[in-house]
């Protein structure tokens, strides 16, 4: 095998001062000539499959690198050849997903990979990425990512093992594109197998020579449709069709190949299948593979129903990752038949299995109701992937709580043992030693680097905690990063200079209104207020910062982030507070900008709702690299507070108790009315003070909280109940940061404490307790 190093400089000699695409190319194909001897090896044992519509991989290639051992090659390499190691932080993010679900994904591949396990990724090849945004007087724009702009060298297009997808009026190839996920030390290379729609047929000829172009076209363009962009906005009729096909599509296909695999090995005799594999439904997305595999096994294995539903049930298990209506799916049965009529049947079969199961359990008449899977003309898919699963899990201990008390309380009551708890967590090779070499250094150099494969080593981190000297440094780390953010925004974010001598309160997220990005910016601008007043004198100067995208068809939280942009207008143009108090909102949010942002936080913004985010790992992340918590006692933030300490942490608000205590009689517009500092803020909506381009988004914003809308009660989010609470908490934090030996201590405690929060260790615990891998 050729030296990784002596290839790169060979190449550099030959081609000089060559362009970005080609150097990323070269740089790719080097590091794949390092992997190919070991992906692809024939496995022995049980092989575990994770199907998920979102895989937000990020930028590939130093993490790749990093995982290989080769990242310190490259840098000496370039450096040799008078060339920038950085250069490649211009080539686009894969962002194929929109969140902490298609993030979670991704790290879960790496542990898979990096604890030696069997473990592939399942998912679609988006021609485009989530979008690019940017904005225009404050107002998110979105345009297309094409994240392959510069190639694609990190995938292998398998022609031959193309998959035949139909649906009603329309068939397409399946085309699979394998990328090899890197365990760290390159000893195991699992794959990450990503389907492309492409047309049977590419041009209609004979249309075209009738004069009919856009029919000659018509098949390509409707094939690729289906692997164009993440998630189409479904607002409509025609998003939501495409949205089934895709996840039909890439789960249709998965299931065929695993099954070609199976039978290249084992021939017709399916007994051994469930022990062959085991496939995990990231969320209610690729649900409709268990009727698929149903239909698969029967009509094209010609098994009888119980037998084939046995294997169904014993392959798959389900990861619930929110309470959140949307995202437990729902199909009109109308739609499903339009776009897969062919699976509809079975849908049937095993609702008609659901009623006799449940008569079994002396369950029957209106009692049953509750949990068809058909009702009321639609298709529920999580009560779906409960009953058709062997396993259903949360992603948070109060999450699952919810799940087995509240939310899924029917089907905890008669499957009490398919029911378990995995907190999420994320993987340290990236949000820690490649995002954060400054502050890896310092572990290591104190512990070593067993930290890397073992989070939980990070234990040993805690007598630091008690020596000025290491409190001192890491506060010179923590200074550097904000160095580094602020030259990164200088020149990403129309030359704004960020006052690296501030407090970095940092909120980055998918913008969704239960993560009350809405209550981050009314509280803002409440201590702009207080501050004008003369009533903060000893507040720190603060620089808040914002992180999200809103998905293109969700106003409100559109709305949103045109708000906290005229706030940031306003505060930047005040010389009186500028100086005390600035916000910035950064454009196109990705794991690449995460990976400047989270290192540079002093503190971490996690205040959702209590009740409503599954877990979160942003939060860990920023845990990890040393911010504390300012948050709510809601999702994984409950366990950071466990582990690191609530003394570590700023915790404030309501928690799900008190909101179960108070929400049968919760009036907003009493606390509105009672409450003149609540009052003057959220009024800037509509009173001048800001302007939202004769939209009417303020307008509804205001009216969202005090009177609710048709789909929803007043302040369903109950920002006004804790909006005290949370002004107090900011306040808290502002002032311990004036200690900043104390503020120091807690910030390394949180790293010390973080081990639990590695997908190492929840990628174990699937394997062993849901998936048997061990079998």
Not at 471 to 499: F, P, S, T
């Amino acid at each position: 095998m050729p030296n990784f190093k002596q290839t790169l400089q060979q190449y550099l000699q030959q081609t000089g001062n060559a362009g970005l695409k080609t150097l990323y190319t070269a740089v790719s194909n080097a590091a794949m000539a390092q992997v190919q001897p070991v992906w692809g090896t024939a496995r022995s044992g049980k092989t575990a499959c994770y199907f998920s519509a979102e895989f937000l991989i990020g930028r590939m290639i130093y993490s790749n690198l990093f995982n290989l051992g080769l990242l310190q090659e490259l840098k000496e390499a370039f450096e040799a050849a008078g060339l920038d190691p950085n250069m490649f932080e211009q080539v686009e993010d894969a962002a194929l997903g929109n969140g902490g679900l298609g993030r979670l994904a991704a790290c879960f591949l790496d542990s898979g990979a990096t604890e030696g396990l069997a473990l592939d990724g399942y998912g679609i090849r988006y021609k485009y990425g989530l979008f690019k945004q940017y904005f225009q007087d404050g107002f998110q724009m979105e345009t297309a990512d094409d994240w392959t702009e510069f190639g694609d060298p990190w995938s292998v297009r398998r022609e031959e093992e193309r998959i035949l997808i139909r649906f009603k009026g329309q068939a397409v190839w399946a085309v699979p594109y394998d990328m090899p996920v890197i365990g760290y030390g390159g000893k195991t290379i699992n794959t990450l197998r990503l389907w492309q729609a492409e047309p049977l047929q590419a041009f209609d000829f004979s249309a075209f020579n009738d004069g009919k172009v856009a029919k000659a076209y018509k098949a390509q363009t409707d094939a690729e449709a289906i692997s164009s962009v993440l998630y189409p906005n479904d607002n409509e009729h025609d998003g939501k069709v495409l949205r089934l096909k895709q996840q039909y599509f890439f789960s249709s296909a998965s299931l065929q190949s695993i099954l070609r695999a199976y039978k290249a090995k084992f021939g017709n005799n399916f007994s051994q299948f469930a022990k062959a594999y085991a496939i995990q439904l990231n969320d209610t997305h690729p649900t409709v593979a268990i009727p698929e595999l149903l239909r698969l096994l029967m009509a094209g294995e010609n098994m009888e129903f119980e037998p084939a539903f046995e294997i169904v049930k014993n392959t798959f298990a389900y990861t619930n990752h929110t309470i959140m209506a949307e995202a437990l799916e729902k199909w009109d049965v109308g739609l499903f038949c339009d776009v897969v009529p062919e699976v509809y049947p079975y849908v049937v079969m095993l609702q008609n299995y659901l009623k006799q199961q449940l008569h079994n359990r002396g369950i029957n008449g209106a009692d049953q109701i509750q949990y068809y899977l058909v009702d009321d003309g639609r298709i529920h898919m999580a009560r779906m992937a409960i009953f058709a699963t062997h396993s259903t899990n949360g992603v948070a201990a109060l999450h699952t709580e919810i799940l087995k008390n509240d939310a899924l309380k029917e089907w905890y009551a008669i499957y009490p043992e398919r029911f378990s708890n995995k907190t999420n967590g994320i993987t340290q090779r990236r949000w820690l030693g490649l995002c954060n070499p400054q502050l890896s250094a310092f572990i290591t150099s104190r512990i070593g680097n067993g930290w890397l494969t073992n989070l939980s080593e990070l234990k040993k981190l805690e007598p630091y905690a008690n020596d000025p000297a290491s409190l001192r440094e890491l506060n010179e780390i923590k200074h550097q990063r904000k160095v580094q953010l602020a030259n990164h925004v200088r020149v990403h974010e129309y030359g704004m200079e960020l006052d690296v001598n501030s407090i970095f309160d940092i909120q980055v997220k998918r913008l969704h209104e239960y993560k009350r990005q809405f209550l981050n910016a009314l509280s803002i601008l409440a201590l702009y207020f207080d501050l004008k007043d003369g009533k903060l004198p000893n507040f720190t100067p603060t620089t808040f910062l914002f992180g999200a995208k809103a998905a293109p068809g969700y106003k409100r939280a559109k709305g949103i982030i045109k708000f906290i942009n005229e706030i940031a207008k306003m505060l930047d143009a005040d010389p009186e507070t500028r100086d005390k108090i600035r916000v910035l909102f950064v454009q196109n949010y990705n794991v690449s900008y995460a990976e400047k942002l989270i290192p540079a936080a002093d503190v971490s913004e996690q205040i959702s709702t209590a009740g409503t985010e599954a877990s979160g790992t942003g939060n860990m992340k920023f845990m990890l690299n040393g911010a504390v918590t300012l948050g709510t006692y809601d999702g994984a933030n409950v366990e950071i507070v466990q582990h690191a300490g609530e003394e570590n942490e700023y915790i404030f608000g309501a928690r799900v108790e008190d909101i179960k205590a108070v929400e049968a009689t919760y009036n907003p517009k009493q606390i509105y009315h009672g409450n003149p500092r609540l009052r003057r803020v959220l009024d800037t909506l509509i009173d001048g003070t800001f302007s939202d381009g004769g939209t009417g988004l303020f307008a509804d914003l205001h009216h969202s909280i005090l009177d609710g809308a048709s789909w929803h009660r007043a302040d369903q989010y109950y920002l006004l109940l804790d909006f005290e609470p949370y002004i107090e908490a900011k306040l808290r934090v502002n002032a311990a940061y004036q200690n900043r030996e104390a503020f120091a201590r807690q910030c390394l405690l949180n790293i010390a404490n973080a081990g639990h929060f590695s997908s190492d260790r929840t990628i174990r615990q699937y394997a062993e307790e849901i998936w048997n891998l061990g079998e």
